[in-house]
C-alpha cells in the first residue's frame, strides 16, 4: 500500500507564509513526478506546482514568484514554500504523486487526504 500524507496547513494572516510538506511511504519502488494542486470552496480542483523526479519545476502563472516547490527523494518528502499569501489562496491543498509500486508495472496516480490553507485578511 502506498500513502501521502500532507501536513503544515494552518491559519495565517494576508501576506504570511506556510510551508507544507507531503511525505510518501508504504511499496515504492519508484517515485516519480510529484505535484501541489488545491480546491477552493464551490470550485474545481486546480493544479499548483509540479516536479520531476530530477528536479524540473513547473509553476502556474499566480503562484509565481511567491511559492516555491522542492523535493528530498531520499526522504521521499516533497515541499511546497507559499510566500506573500493572499486570501485568494485560500484552499485545500492535495500532493500528488506517480509511482511505481513494483518494477515492470505502469506508474499510478496517488493523492493524500489534502491539509486546509487558510487566508485571513
Known amino acids: 500500500q502506498v500513502q501521502l500524507v500532507e501536513s503544515g496547513g494552518g491559519l495565517v494572516q494576508a501576506g504570511g507564509s506556510l510551508r507544507l510538506s507531503c511525505a510518501a511511504s508504504?511499496?515504492?519502488?519508484?517515485?516519480?513526478?510529484m505535484g501541489w494542486y488545491r480546491q477552493a470552496p464551490g470550485k474545481q480542483r486546480e493544479l499548483v506546482a509540479t516536479i520531476t523526479s530530477g528536479g524540473i519545476t513547473n509553476y502556474v502563472d499566480y503562484v509565481k514568484g511567491r511559492f516555491t516547490i522542492s523535493r528530498d527523494n531520499a526522504k521521499k518528502t516533497m515541499y511546497l514554500q507559499m510566500n506573500g499569501l493572499s486570501p485568494e489562496d485560500t484552499a485545500v491543498y492535495y500532493c500528488h504523486a506517480q509511482i511505481r509500486t513494483h518494477w515492470g508495472v505502469r506508474d499510478y496516480d496517488y493523492w493524500g487526504q489534502g491539509t486546509q490553507v487558510t487566508v485571513s485578511s
Open positions: 508504504g511499496s515504492i519502488f519508484m517515485l516519480n513526478a
